[in-house]
């Protein structure tokens, strides 16, 4: 079975320019999760969504940043404007309904580079 | 509130060695807890966990006992290799939805 999918896996992009980050969560899970990881801060929750309907989005640092999943099957998380300080990793996991809290399945990540 | 805090790295040890990377927790009520393993260019794995006191859980040679009455959770291998190199995250399940992650710990292994 195909794992949880992203992509772009690396992105490099202007000051300025919409950056789009894509995820197809594992068939089934109910949970998507959206991640950033820096060295900074490390990794911090952005938002997530139940069956599609964003939960909690109390870690989305700013309106610039905004997330949509329209089908169970696809999550988008999109900045505009983008700017140097967003340049990160961004992780989506997914997680099944039944399965304990902690049980998520990680993509393989996108790396954002905003110069 | 609910935070993970982990031994600060990096950590570096040769092959065969014995591998401790501490980790405690705050919480409220009684979380799961999880251990985590990121390898260079990947995403987070999940390692092995437990979701109740006096619980062991093992993966891979790695284990880590659920000590309720010292809030930790260590993780421990006998003998490390260098395929072990990799991030460990300690993180906590709460009843909310959320995983809380520690900040990680980095793992050199050297022949």
């Known amino acids: 079975d195909a794992g949880v999918i992203q992509s772009p896996r690396h992105e490099v992009t202007e000051m300025g320019q919409e950056v789009t980050l894509r995820c197809k969560p594992i068939?089934?899970?109910?949970?998507l999760f959206w991640y950033r990881q820096t060295m900074m801060r490390g990794l911090e929750l952005l938002i997530y969504f139940n069956n599609n309907v964003p939960i909690d989005d109390s870690g989305m640092p700013e309106d610039r940043f905004s997330a949509k999943m329209p089908n169970a099957s696809f999550s988008t998380l999109k900045i505009q404007p983008s700017e140097p300080r967003d340049s990160a990793v961004y992780f989506c996991a997914s997680r099944l309904a039944s399965a304990n809290t902690g049980e998520l399945f990680f993509g393989e990540g996108s790396r954002l580079t905003v110069l | 509130g609910n935070s993970v805090t982990q031994m600060e790295g990096p950590v570096t040890l040769s092959e065969e060695a014995f591998l401790t990377i501490n980790c405690t927790y705050t919480?409220?009520?009684?979380?799961?807890l999880f251990w985590y393993v990121q390898y260079p260019g990947e995403g987070l794995q999940l390692l092995l966990k437990a979701t109740k006191a006096d619980d062991k859980g093992s993966n891979k040679g790695f284990e880590a006992t659920y000590r309720k009455e010292t809030t930790s959770f260590h993780l421990e291998k006998g003998s490390v290799q260098v395929s072990d190199s990799a991030v460990y995250f300690c993180a906590l399940g709460t009843s909310y939805d959320k995983v809380i992650f520690g900040p990680g710990t980095s793992l050199s292994v050297i022949p």
């Open positions: 919480a409220t009520g009684y979380p799961s």
């Open positions: 068939s089934g899970h109910d949970y």
